[in-house]
């Protein structure tokens, strides 16, 4: 027993570790991301322009610079803990919002309100979200043969997420409207603070409850009937999970577009350097994201200056090898 709980103090002793070098990691990413682009500052004059003396220079990096790094974190974290517990819910490694369709339909419905009442501005992630279920609702249903299929629901999610794609396409055509605030190549040019706002309204209540389900997370890994005898009501337990999750995907969706393989390949790293308790991987997985987003940001917007490269672009790029990595070795796996 003694042996037991040592090994326990060195795992999560190990884990915490883990989570200080991200934070700190995430913190000077902050930093340069703050200070380098186009326009260039000292840590020194940002504060200073920021907090004692107005500066133009200052002043144009908190209206444009500094709202996309938030987004960037803010995102990065809901897709990244959305993936967690879509995972969990589906018992799939290759949820993905992105993947399954939900981010397509949260798109869709957030696009076809919004053409037709731009005035809803400020609510247009609860129309996301009805989106984002109706399109979950399809998976689920369609997936659904004597229980849940793996192979199944990615098959349905590609066909699901195309569909709603191409009504996107379709009705930003027909009305002759831009898609939404995403621009066309899934650029974070001209976010401004208020969709920083949007995202700060609905993203930590979301991520808190995620957090307090962490415990059931860890049950509804375990076979239905064990679950089941444990006390835990699993139907309803998944449907509150999946309601969370698909909110954060469709919040995310909503400010920045539909964002690929991000709430795939997180949880999967996250797994490997905490595990895959959820009471330490989902808050980890959620710091990680928002690391993550905001690297892809950042080497888009300053590797290539005067242009850049939208931050989905390069997730699609990586994430599309990364997918197929994954799907192999889950192969192997079942062999």
């Not at 500052?41 to 209206?63: A, C, H």
């Not at 987004?71 to 995972?87: E, K």
């Not at 308790?277 to 710091?287: A, E, F, N």
Request: with cysteine.
């Amino acid at each position: 027993m003694a042996r037991i709980k040592a090994q326990r103090k060195r795992s999560a002793t190990a884990k915490t570790i883990v989570i200080l070098i991200t934070a700190a990691l995430l913190i000077a990413l902050f930093y340069y991301s703050s200070v380098s682009g186009m326009l260039q500052v000292s840590f020194g004059e940002l504060m200073r322009g920021l907090f004692i003396e107005g500066n133009d220079l200052v002043d144009i990096i908190w209206d444009t610079r500094l709202p996309r790094i938030m987004i960037s974190m803010l995102v990065g974290c809901a897709l990244a803990i959305s993936g967690v517990l879509l995972q969990s819910v589906l018992r799939n490694p290759l949820a993905d919002p992105g993947i399954i369709g939900i981010s397509g339909g949260a798109k869709f419905i957030e696009v076809a309100v919004m053409g037709f009442f731009p005035g809803l501005f400020m609510i247009a992630p609860l129309f996301s979200f009805l989106g984002g279920m109706l399109a979950f609702g399809l998976v689920y249903t369609l997936s659904w043969r004597q229980g849940i299929s793996p192979t199944r629901i990615i098959l349905v999610g590609v066909a699901i997420s195309a569909m709603f794609m191409g009504l996107t396409e379709g009705l930003g055509y027909f009305t002759g409207r831009a898609l939404g605030p995403q621009m066309p190549q899934g650029s974070l040019n001209f976010k401004t603070w208020a969709d920083v706002q949007i995202l700060l309204y609905y993203i930590p209540v979301c991520v808190i409850a995620a957090i307090l389900m962490t415990r059931i997370c860890n049950l509804l890994v375990l076979e239905e009937k064990t679950a089941k005898g444990l006390g835990i009501n699993t139907d309803r337990m998944r449907f509150i999970i999946s309601v969370i999750a698909v909110m954060l995907a469709s919040i995310s969706t909503a400010v920045v577009g539909v964002v690929s393989f991000l709430a795939l390949i997180v949880p999967h790293i996250a797994r490997t350097l905490v595990g895959h308790d959820h009471r330490w991987l989902v808050p980890y997985s959620g710091l990680l994201g928002a690391f993550i987003f905001l690297l892809f940001d950042t080497i888009g917007r300053t590797v290539v200056q005067p242009a850049e490269i939208p931050p989905i672009i390069l997730m699609s790029v990586i994430g599309g090898p990364m997918f197929i990595i994954l799907l192999k070795r889950g192969d192997r796996k079942r062999a």
